[in-house]
């Protein structure tokens, strides 16, 4: 039987995809990671995961899950941030709860209160500002329904990146216009939910708002192709978009 610390290791060495995809080494990756807690307005505790990249200070990214929660495949891209050079700061919307049938996350989904998790990611932004490890700079990335959340949250409050992967971008100019920094989403061609109207509707919304275009890419895939879990990953366009993710961020970051 390995060691914990071997299968630790191990992980380290994988491509990200690789650790994803499998159970042990997602968990063994998250293990590396610490629980930080915060607290609301009206006092309720809030947790998050957080990763310190080896030099300090670094920017910080915000990680908003899918529609699963908060489990140890967000963890897991939370410490590949964090080795290259970010502090992260993966939020838990669900207060803990992780769905394992689609059933189940999407009850967890539809009780999310709009109010409270606006709040949470203002907390937890304005936390990973404040932080003696990080710089004055801050992103967001968020897949699914962490991916509209993303959006939500550099609508909230100043952002100097934030990237969607396939999340609900349907929102107004008068909305968006309070936004700082350049947006990127990456979409998928078959997805019949965050499809190309939506899309379309929001480029000419962030016109409308008079920002910058964002940048938007297409892939001949399907809704949850970056998660190497799904039976929709596709492994080609998932690694594009994230180098693609990672020139965003260090170029709006780390510049």
């Known amino acids: 039987m390995f060691a914990r610390r071997d299968v630790v290791k191990g992980a380290a060495a994988l491509p990200l995809a690789a650790v994803l995809a499998d159970p042990v080494l997602a968990a063994a990756a998250a293990a590396s990671a610490q629980t930080a807690v915060t607290k609301l307005s009206n006092g ?13 200070p670094a920017p910080a990214i915000l ?16 410490v590949e941030l964090a080795k290259a050079g970010y502090v992260t700061v993966s939020v838990d919307l669900y207060d803990g709860k992780v769905g394992t049938t689609p059933d189940e996350a999407r009850s967890f989904m539809q009780a999310v209160d709009p109010a409270e998790a606006t709040e949470t990611l203002e907390v ?10 990080t710089t004055d700079k801050l992103g967001t990335i968020g897949w699914c329904f962490g991916g509209g959340w993303s959006l939500n949250a550099s609508i909230a409050t100043p952002v100097d990146a934030t990237i969607v992967y396939y999340g609900n971008v349907a929102k107004k100019a008068d909305q968006l216009s309070s936004l700082v920094g ?3 989403g990456h979409f998928a061609t078959k997805d019949q939910w965050i499809n190309q109207a939506m899309v379309d509707g929001f480029v000419e919304q962030m016109k409308l708002a008079e920002e910058p275009d964002p940048e938007v890419f297409w892939y001949e895939a399907d809704h949850a192709f970056a998660n190497p879990s799904s039976g929709r990953y596709d492994k080609a366009d998932a690694q594009l978009a994230w180098s693609r993710s990672m020139e965003f961020f260090d170029k709006n970051l780390k510049g």
């Not at 309720?44 to 300090?56: D, G, N, Q, R």
């Not at 908060?70 to 891209?77: E, G, P, R, S, T």
């Open 44 to 56: 309720k505790e809030i947790t998050a995961s957080v990763v310190l990249p080896e030099v300090t």
């Open 124 to 133: 937890w932004a304005n936390w990973a500002r404040n932080h003696e490890k």
């Open 182 to 184: 350049p947006v990127m």
């Open 63 to 78: 990680l908003i899950h899918e529609w699963w929660g908060l489990n140890d495949q967000i963890k897991a891209v939370g």
